[in-house]
T-cell receptor, first 113, second 112 residues
Framework: EPEVTQTPSHQVTQMGQEVILRCVPI?????FYWYRQILGQKVEFLVS????????KSEIFDDQFSVERPDGSNFTLKIRSTKLEDSAMYFC???????????FGSGTRLTVV | AQTVTQSQPEMSVQEAETVTLSCTYD???????LFWYKQPPSRQMILVIR??????QNATENRFSVNFQKAAKSFSLKISDSQLGDAAMYFC?????????FGKGTRLHILP
């Protein structure tokens, strides 16, 4: 069954450093998303991406965050200057159509120290 | 605004028994979609079942079924013949306007 692949599975970074979280969505999917889950809390929407542009973003997705689809297969989330509170599980998801429900990746656990 | 409420933070069920997880939601839309996602200890998010609000028939997927009450805005998940592998966090979610809104989750324990 097709999968959404995320790398790395775990990343530790120093506060203030930039991180790039990578995702390879399912190949025929058109809609891409990033979500995050702070430990013990609910899954929160960050951003959706369609047709090479952001279609919606949450309040969490401030100027420190950016997304890119650099080569038609990868979908990246960049955090420019990480803060301790950015420590969370970050999930990438993709869907073929808006209403089918997403396929999530396995997540990247980001630890900011 | 849409909200999703899961009133049971934790539940336990004996193996092979049936358990129902509750979910209510709030939306002003008439056409929307509802989901249950499972998050096992690996923390991956796995789609369990999907319901389209305009369909009156309750969705089923093997041992998983839903009780969708549109007027009451209720969307409960029933797991029959519970198995040890069902132990996980379960998130109810609704989708509208290009994003999914999740509830806070219910942690399900399976007792052998």
């Amino acid at each position: 069954e097709p999968e959404v692949t995320q790398t790395p599975s775990h990343q530790v970074t120093q506060m203030g450093q930039e991180v790039i979280l990578r995702c390879v969505p399912i190949s025929n999917h058109l809609y891409f998303y990033w979500y995050r889950q702070i430990l013990g809390q609910k899954v929160e929407f960050l951003v959706s991406f369609y047709n090479n542009e952001i279609s919606e973003k949450s309040e969490i997705f401030d100027d420190q965050f950016s997304v890119e689809r650099p080569d038609g297969s990868n979908f990246t989330l960049k955090i420019r200057s990480t803060k301790l509170e950015d420590s969370a599980m970050y999930f990438c998801a993709s869907s073929e159509a808006e209403v089918w429900g997403y396929t999530f990746g396995s997540g990247t656990r980001l630890t900011v120290v | 605004a849409q909200t999703v409420t899961q009133s049971q933070p934790e539940m336990s069920v004996q193996e092979a028994e049936t358990v129902t997880l509750s979910c209510t939601y709030d939306t002003s839309e008439s056409d929307y979609y509802l989901f249950w996602y499972k998050q096992p200890p690996s923390r991956q998010m796995i789609l369990v079942i999907r319901q389209e609000a305009y369909k009156q028939q309750n969705a089923t997927e093997n041992r998983f079924s839903v009780n969708f009450q549109k007027a009451a805005k209720s969307f409960s998940l029933k797991i029959s013949d519970s198995q040890l592998g069902d132990a996980a966090m379960y998130f109810c979610a609704t989708e509208r306007d290009d994003k999914i809104i999740f509830g806070k989750g219910t942690r399900l324990h399976i007792l052998p």
